[in-house]
């Protein structure tokens, strides 16, 4: 059976019926295998690089310095471990001036992961520097000399020491952007620090611990560290450490799987066209076997050979053109994570060779059910089996299992099983559109007797009624995830590259007393600077809810703890900014005592529309009524608060303000000489964090047009197995019309007219489709605002009728040429 079986499966592939089958497993196995290589390599460098946000692999926060038995323990595991300090203080010039600094004393080897970026002066080229400053030593930021009017090589007063300033700090791994960290930092060694008399019992210093090493060693002492930490002590993670970045690399993971999953899609459907091809063509071959005693048990099993080999085989050189378009991918992405990928893991190959056979026998499972049902008497005759009952459920379990490969691939229950719903939900809908427009042509074609040409395209397209249907059906589904790609690529990839637009605030301005914000305003203006915007900020801490004590006790998440044991920032308007939704209750009234909380904080602590909620404000109490729960756009780079009250709430609190603007590069000495007019002026840089960003953006952006062609090659194969199809019924209506008089221009023109019209209504269902499609997406899973055009409809009727045109014209050149007698002595 064996040896049987591969030499039909070889004959089955010379004759073409097994190519498109192989073709569409290839695809769909190169573009799982693909992304997945990648995702793996990503993934593992993020786990053994993730430090390099942090300084470490593993950071604790303590209230205290680590107990000496923390640090033996790490190193008996072989790990790095280093302490820092960080706190508060002001420092001082030779000239006597002081300004509030933000002081961070480190041990030998910080940073235990990532680079120091460092310059010799201001306007001097920065670059990476391995190790913490000497001892005697101290690296400081820019902003700090130009408050003091120092330069690299003065002395800076911390404590009781002097110190010559040595380097100037350009970027810091683990600084994050918390508004605690914007003073102006100056590092020095922890052997200083103990000489300088700042620290001592009562201190307000922040104490870290910082462990890095061999990640399985790193694991286990984390266990080990875990059950011993105390509320006020917390792991820190790289989304705790680095929470601005969160949301672009999320973003920038569900681009990618959205590029991989619509390529499957479209496999996944000419997996399902190829195998109903593959069956039509075999009833014939079936049924000869049939006649020489076949049974269906032996041809269930000869069949299972043919398409194991075929899974096997195809999915074996998708797994190699997926290898080298990964190789591809990483060179495109190039510094996205890791500057040395780890190699290529074992279980991106596993999962594509899964995918690959079960996409193949899902697929393929209906129609073969309909072969080994095959008659004898079928060889007797030519009529069309009748549709096995038992086909339904392998549709249904076709469906489940392409909605679990969908979900595996996506990582997410509702956005895999959605996606997968909704294109079965569009095919039917398609095929029931396809229908109904097919007797709207079967009404007109009595009035075209004078035109021969069109009255045989819509003739045929009438009498070829499951056909037709099964062509647009298909046609349209396929390019509907074309299409929707193509939007990907186009619409909602800028929309993404909008929430970082060029022209982003990548300047904070923090500490604007109230009466310097208009002569800050008016010395911002003055340079260039438009449309800014001046925050209040007050700090609070919420102590209430309904009369109830609210307290970090009763919550069991560290974050809603967190926000609860410290002050955070409040802001009051008389309206909510622009770029907030309000996701329920009722605008603010700045006459009231009011309330508006972000969705997230809320859910955290338990807050709802109508709860009073009392928070503490410069040691005095401030009652509110919770009157609306908003959604912030936190990638607009702009101001924005958990809270906001009414101004009748706060406006007679103690304040400052905050503003943020763009300053290009060539306007840096404007932020200086503001802070020499307002020495109190505390300037955040965030250009790094946003050319991070921009830097993720442009190398998904790369990555996904390369995607791309596996999608169009998917597309390729689907237009090709939806015509191939109706050949042998198209090569019979020909010989029959040419035998009753029809010319070959009117037999070509009529195939013409034809496929432009299951083209052009492929075309504007498929853009329909995808339009629907990637709005859903663009509101439900990326949150963000999608732009609407007459693009994918332009571009639908442009690519589908030109493209089944060409595409009938190859499959299916040679029926028109086929001789009349030749097809009618075969019937």
């Known amino acids: 059976m064996w040896r049987f079986a591969l030499k039909q499966t070889w004959r089955d592939f010379r004759a073409g019926d097994l190519r498109l089958l192989g073709l569409a497993v290839v695809v769909a196995v190169a573009a799982i295998s693909s992304v997945g290589f ?31 038995g923390w640090i033996d323990q790490a190193k008996s595991l072989g790990l790095s471990a280093i302490r820092t300090w960080n706190f508060p203080s002001m420092v001082g010039s030779s000239a006597g001036e002081l300004q509030l600094a933000s002081v961070k004393a480190v041990e030998q080897g910080y940073p235990l992961r990532g680079q120091l970026r460092t310059s010799l002066g201001i306007a001097e080229p920065d670059e990476p520097t391995a190790t913490a400053p000497e001892v005697g030593k101290v690296w400081v930021d820019g902003q700090l000399l130009a408050l003091l009017g120092l330069q690299v090589g003065d002395t800076l007063s911390i404590g009781n020491q002097s110190l010559a300033i040595d380097r100037v700090i350009t970027y810091e791994p683990d ?17 200083d620090l103990a000489q300088s008399g700042l620290v001592g019992p009562g201190s307000r210093v922040r104490h870290s611990m910082l462990v890095a090493g061999d990640m399985s060693a790193v694991n286990q002492y984390r266990d080990w560290l875990k059950p011993q930490l105390t509320q006020a002590q917390e792991l820190v993670t790289v989304n705790d450490g680095r929470p601005e970045i969160t949301r672009t690399l ?30 039509q063509r075999q009833q014939p071959a079936i049924a000869v076997m049939r006649c020489c005693g076949a049974t269906q048990a032996a041809v269930t099993k000869l069949l299972f050979i043919e398409f194991m080999v075929v899974a096997l085989v195809g999915s074996l050189i998708g797994l190699v053109i997926g290898w080298a378009a990964q190789m591809v991918l990483v060179n495109l992405m190039q510094g996205f994570v890791s500057e040395n990928l780890p190699g290529v893991g074992w279980v991106p190959a596993l999962q594509g060779l899964y995918a690959g056979l079960w996409l193949l026998f899902a697929f393929s499972l209906p129609p073969l059910q309909a072969l080994r049902r095959v008659s004898a008497a079928q060889i007797l005759r030519h009529d069309v089996p009748a549709f096995p009952v038992q086909s339904i459920a392998g549709y249904l379990l076709a469906f489940i299992g392409f909605a679990v490969l969908m979900w595996w691939i996506a990582g997410n229950l509702r956005y895999g099983f959605g996606l997968a719903a909704g294109f079965v939900l569009a095919a039917v809908v398609f095929g029931l559109l396809s229908l109904g427009a097919l007797k709207v042509l079967n009404l007109v074609r009595p009035a075209l007797g004078h035109r021969p040409a069109w009255r045989f395209a819509l003739a045929g397209m009438v009498r070829r009624k499951a056909s037709s249907i099964a062509q647009i059906s ?81 919550f069991e998440s560290p974050r809603a703890q967190r926000l609860l044991q410290r002050d955070f920032n409040l802001s009051y308007a008389d309206a909510l900014p622009e770029n907030v939704k309000l996701l329920g209750g009722q605008p603010l009234n700045p006459n009231a005592m009011e309330l508006s909380m972000e969705q997230e904080v809320a859910d955290l602590l338990g807050m709802r529309v109508g709860d009073e909620v009392v928070f503490e404000v410069a040691g005095q109490p401030v009652p509110v009524k919770m009157t609306s729960v908003r959604q912030v756009d936190w990638d607009s780079m702009q101001p924005n608060f958990f809270a906001v009250l009414s101004t009748a709430a706060l406006k007679d609190q103690p304040q400052t303000f905050i503003t943020s603007f763009h300053l290009p590069a060539q306007m840096a000495p404007v932020t200086q000489s503001l802070i020499r007019q307002f020495p109190n002026l505390t300037i955040f840089d965030v250009g790094a964090l946003l050319a991070q960003l921009q830097s993720v953006l442009d190398r998904v952006s790369v990555a996904i047009q390369g995607l791309f062609v596996f999608a169009i090659l998917a597309g390729a194969i689907v237009l090709a197995a939806a015509l191939s199809a109706s050949r042998h019924e198209r090569m019979r209506e020909a010989a029959l019309l040419r035998a009753i008089g029809a010319t070959n221009e009117q037999l070509s023109r009529a195939q013409r007219i034809e496929l432009l019209g299951i083209g052009a209504l492929a075309g504007l269902m498929a853009a329909t489709g995808a339009t629907l499609a990637a709005w859903a997406l663009a509101t439900w899973v990326f949150e963000f605002s999608m732009q609407w055009s007459l693009t994918p409809w332009l571009l639908g009727l442009a690519v589908c009728m030109p493209g089944a045109w060409l595409a009938g014209s190859l499959v299916l050149r040679g029926v028109l040429k086929s001789p009349p007698l030749l097809i009618l002595r075969n019937e």
Do not use: C, H
Not at 484 to 507: F, Y
């Open 38 to 68: 990648l995702s793996d390599r990503v993934g593992r460098a993020l786990e053994r690089d993730a430090g390099q946000m942090l300084g470490a692999d593993l950071v604790v926060e303590l209230q205290g310095e680590a107990a000496q």
């Open 250 to 279: 999320e973003r920038a993971n569900e681009f990618l799987t959205l590029v991989v999953m619509i390529a499957v899609l479209i496999a996944a459907v000419a997996v399902a066209l190829g195998a109903r091809r593959f069956s």
């Open 474 to 554: 298909a046609l349209a589904v396929g390019m509907m995830a074309i299409l929707l790609l193509t939007i990907v690529r186009t619409d909602l990839l800028q929309g993404w590259q909008q929430t970082v637009p060029p022209d982003a605030p990548n300047r904070f301005l923090i500490n604007i007393q109230p009466d310097q914000v208009p002569t800050v305003r008016a010395a911002l203006v003055d340079a260039g600077i438009k449309n800014l915007e001046f925050y209040p900020m007050i700090r609070g801490r919420v102590i209430e809810r309904n009369g109830q004590a609210i307290v970090a006790e009763d």
């Open 175 to 191: 600084r994050g952007v918390q508004f605690v960290n914007v003073a102006p930092r100056v590092l020095i060694r922890a052997e």
